[in-house]
T-cell receptor, first 111, second 116 residues
């Protein structure tokens, strides 16, 4: 069963505009949510995280929002840059330090 | 600071064979996790090692086994390979054990296994 879902396989955005990537989850016991970015032929790299007790975390151009009642989180990138083009994975941590990943969203930022 | 390194980067095996993948954790990290990423999917948790002991396991059969060594490097062994084992195998290290911090994972570049 897929406990973390990213329903949009791809997203295209103009440079300078906002990119919004979405993620849904089913397990209310997840305590941390993370976003990872992956370029081809590289491992995923950590981008930003949020604790389940928060509803927003911001780091420069990247902001993650958590809506626990809807079991939904989103990553906002503003302004989007061509170097942001990559696959973005949403991940959630359960008890026992096990991470569940979504299937990824491929973001293309058009110059 | 040395990052997570994995070897080999690519390998081809045939059904029924056995494979060993290796991972050196980032300096200062005592926890190593292994993930399988099939084409078009997200990484799936195989197991985690903390201070040389298995510290959690995902939904993978016993033919997937692992080890962690005193220097915190790790091996993933897969016996009786099946075609569906073809995937990118990712190793990730983190600086703490159960519940430490946000548990951010630091990934290697992966070992791409093809089973024919």
């Amino acid at each position: 069963d897929q406990q973390v879902k990213q329903n949009s396989p791809s997203l295209s955005v103009q440079e300078g505009r906002i990119s919004i990537l979405n993620c849904d989850y089913t397990n209310s016991m997840f305590d941390y949510f993370l976003w990872y970015k992956k370029y081809p032929a590289e491992g995923p790299t950590f981008l930003i995280s949020i604790s389940s007790i928060k509803d927003k975390n911001e780091d420069g151009r990247f902001t993650v929002f958590l809506n626990k009642s809807a079991k939904h989180l989103s990553l906002h990138i503003v302004p989007s840059q061509p170097g942001d083009s990559a696959v973005y994975f949403c991940a959630a941590r359960s008890t026992g330090n096990q991470f569940y990943f979504g299937t990824g969203t491929s973001l293309t930022v058009i110059p | 600071e040395t990052g997570v390194t994995q070897s080999p980067t690519h390998l081809i095996k045939t059904r029924g064979q056995q494979v060993t993948l290796r991972c050196s954790s980032q300096s200062g990290h005592n926890t190593v996790s292994w993930y399988q990423q099939a084409l078009g999917q997200g990484p799936q948790f195989i197991f985690q090692y903390y201070r040389e002991e298995e510290n959690g396991r995902g939904n993978f059969p016993p033919r997937f086994s692992g080890l962690q060594f005193p220097n915190y490097s790790s091996e993933l062994n897969v016996n009786a390979l099946e075609l569906d084992d073809s995937a990118l195998y990712l190793c990730a290290s983190s600086p703490g054990g159960r519940g430490a911090g946000t548990g951010e994972l630091f990934f290697g570049e992966g070992s791409r296994l093809t089973v024919l």
